[in-house]
């Protein structure tokens, strides 16, 4: 390996990375360079190596294999290694993690980074040291776990002027709301069953009092404006003590649900920048984000409204976006006079299946005369072309032709050339009034 | 302006655009060009200057004023114009906009087009000669209109293996559908109000019968799987004929709602591309996107389900992502030795509100001696504080203290500070029960 200073010349198609924290995300991260290297390779036209791992604890089992020599205590050692090309920061907080982050960006190393507490406190001085070093920042996993959006504002919405954001930022809220919503439960024992299911620390005050929330509205607001609050300053809300199981009726009855909702907005007087539980109209697409999952509503000035929506937490969806990240800065490290991958290049021979051989659950409507039997005929029919049949329902149909009736039935999983098959048979069955109507479902 | 061979040496703060197509699509880039290039430099850190503009129709009103000089017949020209550095193709069609897209690649300039025909019908081609001459070439509104569905697969997913994607990418359809499900109506009704309201061509075909989506889907498999299928032999069924007032309702019955799928699988059996009417279950994500707009749902191995949502049409929606597209093409050109922006670079000064300020909709829960001229107290307090009520319900809340009603207030816009004097007051009242229960709403 050459110097990395030398980065003119060196070969750019391999770049090194080294992480530091080998905690639940770093080790998805760890896991997925190293599972993933050859689809990584495909997209990227890069081949991304995983050099080093630094823990203070190098002894407890992670779950996750790495090649000899990766793991390490000396997370400056990983730093400064000519090797590493990328610098990964996954401690989170403000302590050690952020005095790391400084070092790396002082050496001039890119950094990727999950740390939102660290980039909403401390954002205009992090930023200012990249910017001064010429060094890349990257933070897609500090807001939405797995969800692109951070992408996606300073991307692929980069040419609007962004009206507003309204985000379902914390997964563990939005569980305690989901299921006081479905249960009419109160906060506590909803708190207590996102504890039993390891959504919710033991301490859930970060959570349940709006402040990780306020993080993530303070990152996206420096994304979307450019400005970096004081965190103390913003208007902040939970639910905990503020949403009670009434409300959550009432809303409801109102045609609304309750959100815990990060709040950024800009108008001529101003930014909003704010968290608050808020109602939101029950068939909007808000409303529908239920459980752990996230969310983030971006209304921009040309795309309207955008909605960004996966998991926002946990170890692979973190890992994921976090391993996005790197591959962003390992093509930029390579893009001097390496073209960019439009697609990925794959040498495999990828094999398209025919229509015939896909398979999929079906819903097929059948008009079957009003007689003994008759049902069972085209049940017998579907079993000798190997479908399976989950459900057969009769249904109420206006139009159906007088002495038949209409049957809906529900396959299990049954591939397209087997289905059209029975389907074919069907028709030709005396008791088959019509050529029966098929559907796919995709559950 | 010096000859854009020189590339390493000018100035690469200012990138210069050419677009082809001054329609629709085309009027909406030149106009967010124009009309955001303050914004657009703020989070690029590059000047995007729109230099020409070629149509065969160079007398037509298309609603932009385009500076002196800009518009011209002449694609050939707009192509070699040394100060044109990003080519943008908004023609559509296989015909002369994939002539002038293989000429400016064939030139090593990068090409952003939003041509999913071409893509579909060539891609094995178009993206063989981006690469053989080195030239990027961005596509992100190919697919999904206003929706960074490209860029999430290509970047922000890219650590993934691509399980499975799920579209929603026709608007029409998704129209049409809503409209039947909602109102019951047949297909042709349903067809004949799309027409009506612009959201159906005359002739149909491309969108009811499904080959638009499957466009789509195969733009979305050459970039999940790096494979370009012969669309021709692909499964294709669209609505018309095929899904019935019937199907959805009973669809209803059992749970779901139907969509018209573009589905993208991978399996060891091989990879899935179809387009089919589906069902999907009603309390999915899918099943919330109704009207014209358009989602897709991927499922990665380390992200899980994401989903992205938004207007998958339209003058400004696509005229967002060919923007983000222009600028991503800029960076790229101007990276070398120029810092990634991380955060837009704000030098106005901008005014965070403080959160009295804050201006919102508000629910609040009043406990009220049941008792007459207690409502009318209340509404007073309301009003003298300058909150306007919209709406006042009294509701049955079994926790509520005997000779007490609870009574849900709906507000129109309040700021916060007025409302906190409101309910600071009503608090003093004396048929005031319990401290009032506030939450914000947005619509």
Redesign the interface.
Known sequence: MQDSNDSGKKDKRQIGVGILGFGTVGA?VAA??LD?RG??A???GIDIVLRKVADLDVTTDRGVKLPEGVLTNDAMAVINDPAVDIVVELIGGCGVAMKFVKAALQAGKPVVTANKKMLAEH?AEI?GL??EK???????ASVGG???II??L????????IASI?GILNGTCNYILTKMEREGVPFEAALAEAQRQGFAEADPTLDVDGFDTLHKAAILA??A???F?DVR???VRGIRG???A??IR??A??G?R?KL?A?VKQDD??????V??????E?G?LA???GVFN?ALVK????????????GA?R??T??????D???VAR?IA??GW??I?????SRA????D?G??VSRH?V?LSLADTPGSLAAAAGVFGDHGVSIQAA?Q?S?P?ERPGFA?V?V?THQAA?SDLDAALAALSRLPCCGAPP?R?????
Chains 1, 2 share one sequence.
Do not use: W
């Open positions: 998805g997925g360079l993933n689809p990584l495909e997209r990227t954002g930023f990249a910017a010429n060094a890349d920042i990257f933070f897609g797995g969800i692109p992408r996606a300073r991307d692929g919405l980069a040419g609007n002027r309204h420096a994304l404006y450019g400005i609050p300053h913003l208007a503020v949403v009670e009434a409300d009432f809303a009855d109102l609304y309750i909702l709040i007087a101003g930014v909003e920048i704010r608050a539980p808020t109602l939101v109209p068939d697409m529908s984000v239920s969310a921009g000035d040309l795309s309207g409204d955008t909605l960004y929506y996966g998991r946990g692979l969806p890992a994921s976006t976090v391993i996005g790197i591959a962003e930029g893009a001097d073209p960019r439009a697609v990925p290049r794959t990828v094999r398209i299946k229509a051989e896909i819903y409507r329902l249904k149909m139009e209409t809906v529900m397209q109507c559907l796919g479902i995709e559950d």
